[in-house]
């Protein structure tokens, strides 16, 4: 997302130097200094911009909902498209929920995955991962998943399959909401400008 992100931003003019992308400086400027960027990972951007460290970032929307950040969210910014989606084994595809007393679902969107059931009606135990998630199933740790899937392919491979789509995600640029106020004309105009170029 970073790689897309810097693109973004060079095409409308905000530019940074190759030399600080090599360094491993986590705080870098822009070729003309007007702007910096404090690189995170992607699940710390709504933390560091709901409390006005940066006043803006750039996070995919699954961040955003399962962090729940009170942020704004001006700009799709129509790159990093995938799917949130609850995912298990080819066999296991057509079960029913009901079927199953309470469903092991591994994840690394707890909030998401727990609201998603929870609003079917199907109880549910979460198991939090942060990588690999299409594991849990194959080597029994989970009944279900739910994840990031681009292409599917990962699922594929490994024996699983979509079952449910809970929502899709692009990456979006968020402000914090003292800086839309306090810095308005500036961020307007960062709004405006990469707006232009989307």
Same mark, same amino acid.
């Given at each position: 997302?970073?790689?897309?992100?810097?693109?973004?931003?060079?095409?409308?003019?905000?530019?940074?130097?190759?030399?600080?992308?090599?360094?491993?400086?986590?705080?870098?400027?822009?070729?003309?200094?007007?702007?910096?960027?404090?690189?995170?990972?992607?699940?710390?951007?709504?933390?560091?911009?709901?409390?006005?460290?940066?006043?803006?970032?750039?996070?995919?929307?699954?961040?955003?909902?399962?962090?729940?950040?009170?942020?704004?969210?001006?700009?799709?910014?129509?790159?990093?498209?995938? &799917?949130?989606?609850?995912?298990? @084994? +080819?066999? /296991? %595809?057509?079960?029913?929920?009901?079927? $199953? !007393?309470? *469903?092991?679902?591994?994840?690394?969107?707890?909030?998401?995955?727990?609201?998603?059931?929870?609003?079917?009606?199907?109880?549910?135990?979460?198991?939090?991962?942060?990588?690999?998630?299409?594991?849990?199933?194959?080597?029994?740790?989970?009944?279900?998943?739910?994840?990031?899937?681009?292409?599917?392919?990962?699922?594929?491979?490994?024996?699983?399959?979509?079952?449910?789509?809970?929502?899709?995600?692009?990456?979006?640029?968020?402000?914090? &909401?003292?800086?839309?106020?306090? @810095? +308005?004309? /500036? %961020?307007?105009?960062?709004?405006?400008? $990469? !707006?232009? *170029?989307?």
């Amino acid at each position: 997302m970073q790689e897309d992100a810097l693109a973004l931003f060079a095409r409308a003019g905000i530019i940074v130097d190759e030399s600080e992308l090599k360094s491993r400086r986590l705080v870098i400027h822009s070729t003309d200094r007007r702007f910096s960027f404090v690189l995170v990972k992607p699940s710390d951007v709504p933390t560091y911009v709901e409390y006005g460290v940066a006043d803006a970032g750039v996070c995919g929307r699954d961040v955003l909902i399962e962090a729940r950040s009170d942020v704004h969210e001006p700009l799709d910014l129509k790159f990093g498209y995938c &799917r949130i989606a609850v995912a298990g @084994k +080819r066999e /296991a %595809v057509n079960e029913d929920y009901n079927l $199953l !007393a309470t *469903v092991r679902v591994a994840t690394k969107y707890p909030r998401i995955t727990t609201a998603y059931f929870q609003a079917k009606g199907v109880p549910i135990e979460i198991i939090p991962l942060q990588g690999s998630v299409e594991l849990a199933p194959l080597l029994g740790l989970s009944d279900r998943i739910v994840d990031l899937v681009e292409t599917g392919r990962t699922l594929k491979e490994n024996g699983l399959e979509v079952i449910e789509t809970i929502t899709d995600t692009t990456a979006r640029l968020i402000v914090n &909401r003292a800086s839309f106020h306090l @810095k +308005r004309a /500036a %961020v307007s105009a960062l709004i405006e400008d $990469l !707006a232009k *170029v989307l």
